[in-house]
T-cell receptor, first 118, second 112 residues
Framework: GAVVSQHPSWVICKSGTSVKIECRSLDFQATTMFWYRQFPKQSLMLMATSNEGSKATYEQGVEKDKFLINHASLTLSTLTVTSAHPEDSSFYIC??????????????FGPGTRLTVL | GESVGLHLPTLSVQEGDNSIINCAYSNSASDYFIWYKQESGKGPQFIIDIRSNMDKRQGQRVTVLLNKTVKHLSLQIAATQPGDSAVYFCAENRGNFNKFYFGSGTKLNVKP
């Protein structure tokens, strides 16, 4: 299988604090992980591409100093929402890319993390 | 920027009927597409994919059709079941090997 987990599954924090979300590939190594944000009744918006051992690549309009990404190992990427504000409240989803020999990499999604900023 | 106040279009079908969910994509350079199913409070789940050198691909109870001329994808679900109720997204790969951009989504409501 190819299982991706996220921790925590939900978090409530006060405005101005920072929150770290973990994304782990449990049974495979992922050189690339992706972070998405999803507001209620909207689609997933790609925020950034996280590559193991190098700096993340952010999509246009996503503040890299606001959303810190660290991909320290082949099975773990973290997203830290710094100085969170109520408008950062959202569903954050990660995905991990698994390489298949001779084929296109397949992407597996985590279950998401619900962030609520008070 | 983010769009505020959007509501997903909803498709309501009777159990046992066939469902057709449509998606328009924007980038003519996109060469690989995936349909995902997302249940409430969960991450997306892969349903079926198609490459741009194909115009049709079939899976178990699902068929994806691709019309590159008008940049349109459709997902057909045969004999729709209550368990198919979810939000469905198409996602396009715009040439970068692994980056996918999601369409706006359609909520499928299956009535028993």
């Amino acid at each position: 299988g190819a299982v991706v987990s996220q921790h925590p599954s939900w978090v409530i924090c006060k405005s101005g604090t920072s929150v770290k979300i973990e994304c782990r590939s449990l049974d495979f190594q992922a050189t690339t992980m992706f972070w998405y944000r999803q507001f209620p009744k909207q689609s997933l918006m790609l925020m950034a591409t996280s590559n193991e051992g190098s700096k993340a690549t952010y999509e246009q309009g996503v503040e890299k100093d606001k959303f810190l990404i660290n991909h320290a190992s082949l099975t773990l990427s973290t997203l830290t929402v710094t100085s969170a504000h109520p408008e950062d409240s959202s569903f954050y989803i990660c995905s991990a890319s698994k390489s298949w020999t001779g084929g296109r990499n397949e992407q597996f999604f985590g279950p998401g993390t619900r962030l609520t900023v008070l | 920027g983010e769009s505020v106040g959007l509501h997903l279009p909803t498709l309501s079908v009777q159990e046992g009927d066939n469902s057709i969910i449509n998606c328009a994509y924007s980038n003519s350079a996109s060469d690989y597409f995936i349909w995902y199913k997302q249940e409430s409070g969960k991450g997306p789940q892969f349903i079926i994919d198609i490459r741009s050198n194909m115009d049709k691909r079939q899976g178990q109870r699902v068929t994806v059709l691709l019309n590159k001329t008008v940049k349109h994808l459709s997902l057909q679900i045969a004999a729709t079941q209550p368990g198919d109720s979810a939000v469905y997204f198409c996602a396009e790969n715009r040439g970068n090997f692994n980056k996918f951009y999601f369409g706006s989504g359609t909520k499928l409501n299956v009535k028993p």
